[in-house]
């Protein structure tokens, strides 16, 4: 056996969960050497040495050339030479076949922290610019290639932001076991310094009042103040010495200060700042220091409430480098709102979009076009919001974030335009040599996507009726084939009939022409209307203290007036699963409408499901430099899991005791809340959500559930697909998600993940597709796409965030399709639901028709309203 194969058996071996003593239905036939990914695959087969011509593809500049169908880009050198449609090949250059495929700029991150180990927070101290990042970069970081996978070139590594003054960054590229860490270095970059504001530098969220100045954001503040008086002090010391030395005088020179010396370069213009915020007041307070100290803010990073202060932001000059759509995770995010970069760049700001994130910045491509969904900007400058605006506000655009000659030759190729989550890349080059290469090029996911041709709807006015008819539209009825025109009539909060017929002549018609009506979506991982902000415990009630708690119900603690319900109603979620989520036996989940005045009214099934988080059976793989973990934290797992099968089989002989007791053979047993909330789930009833995610606690879950005659379910299920036949033979359904998550593995395919659903609806287990997410369970329809953009079909995709959901759930007669007599859950689009460009224009639950109004939508209006009147009046 050759060694690659030999290594690669025994890589399939440990991480398919190969033990001594597991049963022999576990099974490892489902992982092979192909699933295992080394950095032998993770070598690109396609080698140019910076010498290329990608020809035939469809070349999205970004710059003066604009979008050229059936384009060339020749590289030479590293560097872009020449761009055009009929460019040939010199003599030595590699040719690589762009036939239907898009070619555009290399991603830029602008907020990133990968290929750092250690050296994130400087925490100590609330003024550290002397801390270098660069010193701590990593060259063998893993997620520097599962970046370039996702079509980025470029990233600022950033210090953290548990400073005022925090640490210098490293602008660097994505060169996969470089050398050394000056390799990845971007040459000529300028030097940047991190600056934070708010929560973190002040330490709300570190458990206690932080006992370190400063604990306010005026002490924020003062801070900075009071760093930049010394410095000027400092700079004032070194320019007399100057003098002095510069008229013949020999004095001592001053004490040299690293510290000073960085705030020295920073009021010079030598060293940028890059500043973490979020509230709108905090922006103009750090805008206020720079231009008293002489100098400007080139990135206000984050920046949730710079809409509120667009003008002001772009009067100063500071980019803005924001999230797309994140929010609610503490409270100063919970005035964020998608529309946020829209309004900034309305405002004439320069707006990036940037991830925090290694998983994140895998997608940066589909964050693009949130910024055409949510405000609409146009198709190019949304993509500039990922490559040439955080390449000027990082001082690199001469060399890179738009295809020019002249450009170092960094790119991304896309087997769709970038702007659809079904298209995926497929191709990374940098500096002309390809760093990242998918087998399979081809498979041309996005054919005919155009965002730019997309049609614009507002939400519709639809009056209160106990009878409507949508006319004219395409409808899906995702269990039957879809009609290209047709009608759909609900009556009385049902549906009466789908069609082509005429509409009965006492409904109000809806002119569905040039729309498309789908099932309600339906998620079924979240905790919606139990939690508003992450960081706020006074606003959750998702997770209680202690172990075992079977008798909680979600149901008790729903808040229908949470401001989560129509932000993900707004994108066409009308049903989601509210779960439990602390210790082993979490409680019960409910399935609930996302409509409703009082928690009742929410309810679809209630209690749903038993929730447990199902301990892992064996430890992870550490990286073999990092320390084990301590016994003591296996010990720990090996006692959960014999208190949760002793409690579990105390609930079995009780549900005995308690038929022993029917038929008069004995006396009832005491009342116990928990053990009698176990009845239903024991007599199979109802189903058992297992969250787990290994493979080996997967099997381990089936067959605990086996042992006690639960209904299983297994959510989250990140390496399902190990084991997707021992789930399919055991008739086991899969709530997958989030999709949006790194491999658990360092082994694992950087996309199994996104492939998941695949795998397992090729073995022919019954599937779901969930986001693991409350603030941003609006996003259910773009990790389904996700999961098509890697080899579901799209119609599957479809499915599994609507029927087959509703299969697993048992609830598939009321909703999760569009049939007559079922629950008239109901949603009309522009188009596919799955695109991120689509407008959701009316959702109807239960026949009603819902408000697409949320706060972010009242906030978007509401500085919208401020641009237009200084517009108007010319202040």
């Known amino acids: ?309 667009a003008p002001e932001i772009a009067a100063h000059g500071a980019g803005a480098s924001s999230f797309s759509d994140w929010w609610a995770y503490k409270i100063e995010a919970y005035d964020a709102t998608p529309y946020s970069p829209a309004l900034m760049h309305e405002a004439g700001v320069n707006v990036s979009l940037n991830s925090d994130s290694g998983e994140l910045m895998r997608h ?54 970038p702007l659809s989550p079904y298209s995926r890349c497929v191709m990374t080059l940098i500096d002309g040599e390809v760093v990242f290469e998918r087998p399979d090029v081809s498979n041309h996911a996005t054919a005919g996507f155009d965002p730019a ?151 679809v099934r209630d209690p749903l499901a038993l929730v447990v988080n199902f301990p892992p059976v064996r430890k992870p793989e550490k990286d073999p430099e990092e320390k084990p973990p301590a016994e003591e934290k296996k010990e720990k797992e090996d006692t959960r899991l014999k208190e949760l099968r002793e409690f579990v089989g105390a609930a079995k002989r009780f549900v005995a005791r308690l038929d022993e007791a029917k038929k008069g053979a004995m006396k009832p047993p005491e009342r116990d809340l928990l053990l009698e909330a176990m009845e239903p789930y024991l007599r199979g009833e109802r189903p058992v959500m297992f969250n787990a995610n290994a493979a080996d606690d997967i099997r381990a879950a089936v067959q605990f559930a086996e042992e006690f005659g639960l209904k299983p379910v297994i959510a989250g299920g990140a390496q399902a697909w190990k084991v997707a036949r021992f789930l399919a033979e055991k008739k086991v359904p899969v709530l997958v998600g989030s999709v949006f998550e790194l491999p658990p593995d360092k082994y694992d395919p950087y996309d199994s993940p996104y492939a998941n659903a695949a795998r397992l609806w090729k073995a022919g287990v019954k599937f779901g597709i969930r986001t693991g997410d409350s603030s941003n369970a609006r996003n259910l329809p773009y990790q389904a796409a996700m999961a098509a953009a890697h080899g579901l079909p799209r119609e599957e995709a479809l499915k599994a965030i609507t029927l087959y959901p509703a299969q697993i759930l048992g609830v598939a007669d009321q909703i999760g399709s569009l049939q007559p007599g079922m629950r008239a859950d109901v949603i009309l689009t522009t188009g596919d639901p799955l695109e991120v460009v689509t407008d959701v224009v009316a959702v109807f639950i239960d026949g009603r028709p819902q408000s697409l109004e949320t706060r972010h939508t009242r906030l978007y209006e509401k500085f919208r309203g401020r641009l237009q009147e200084l517009k108007e009046t010319g202040r």
């Not at 146009?378 to 390449?391: F, G, H, Q, S, V």
């Not at 009726?465 to 009539?489: D, M």
Request: glycine fraction near 12%; charged fraction near 20%; charge should be neutral.
């Open 453 to 603: 041709q997309r049609v614009r709807r507002a939400p519709m006015e639809i009056p209160r009726s106990g009878v409507y008819a949508i006319q004219e539209a395409a409808i899906f009825p995702v269990s039957g084939p879809p009609l290209p025109r047709g009608t759909l009539v609900i009556r009385d909060g049902r549906i009466e009939s789908v069609g082509d017929g005429p509409p009965p002549q006492d409904a109000t018609i809806i002119n569905g022409a040039g729309l498309s009506v789908y099932p309600g979506l339906i998620d079924t991982g979240t905790s919606i209307a139990l939690t508003e902000i992450g960081s706020v415990y006074g606003t959750r009630d998702e997770a209680e203290i202690g172990f075992i708690q079977p008798d909680l119900k979600a149901s008790t603690a729903l808040n229908p007036h949470s401001e989560l319900v129509p932000v993900a109603r707004a994108n066409g979620l009308t049903t989601v699963v509210s779960s439990l989520e602390g210790g082993l036996i979490c409680g019960q989940a409910t399935l609930i409408h996302l409509a409703g005045w009082v928690p009742n009214e929410m309810l």
């Open 364 to 417: 940066l491509y589909v964050e693009a076009a949130k910024a055409v969904k949510y405000g609409g900007v146009p198709e190019i400058e949304a993509l500039k919001m990922i490559t040439l605006n955080p390449a000027r506000q990082l001082g690199i655009a001469a060399r890179a974030g738009s295809i020019e000659p002249g450009k170092d030759a960094d790119l991304a190729l896309f087997n769709g335009h």
């Open 1 to 309: 056996m050759e060694l690659r194969s030999f290594i690669g058996f025994l890589l399939t071996l440990i991480l398919a969960g190969a033990s001594v003593g597991l049963p022999q239905d576990s099974t490892l036939s489902d992982v092979t050497d192909a699933d295992v990914e080394t950095d032998a695959d993770r070598a690109p087969k396609t080698r140019t040495g910076g010498n290329a011509l990608i020809r035939n593809a469809t070349v999205i500049t970004v710059g003066p050339a604009g979008t050229i169908a059936g384009g060339s880009v020749l590289v030479r050198d590293g560097k872009i030479a020449a761009l055009g449609r009929d460019l040939e090949a010199p003599a030595g250059v590699t040719v690589i076949d762009g036939t239907g495929l898009y070619v555009m700029p290399g991603i830029i991150d602008c907020h990133s922290h990968i290929a750092n180990e250690g050296g994130l927070n400087e925490s100590t101290q609330v003024v550290t610019p002397e801390v270098l990042v660069r010193d701590t970069l990593r060259p063998d970081d893993l997620s520097i290639w599962r970046a370039a996978a996702g079509g980025v070139t470029a990233a600022n590594v950033l210090h953290g932001s548990a400073n005022a003054i925090g640490g210098q960054n490293a602008v660097i590229k994505m060169r996969y076991r470089a050398p050394s860490p000056s390799a990845l270095l971007f040459e000529g970059a300028p030097l940047g310094v991190k600056f934070a504001l708010g929560e973190n530098p002040k330490q709300s969220n570190w458990g206690r009042r932080g006992n370190r100045f400063p604990n306010t954001r005026s002490g924020v503040e003062a801070a900075m103040r009071r760093a930049f008086t010394e410095a000027q002090e400092y700079r004032r010391v070194w320019a007399e010495y100057g003098t002095k030395r510069a008229a013949g005088e020999n004095p001592l020179p001053p004490r040299r200060d690293l510290r000073l010396e960085a705030l020295v370069g920073i009021m010079a213009g030598d060293i940028r700042v890059h500043c973490h915020c979020y509230r709108a007041d905090e922006i103009l307070m750090v805008m206020k220091v720079a231009e008293d100290f002489g100098f400007r803010i080139a990135t206000l990073q984050h920046v949730l409430e710079g809409y509120k202060v």
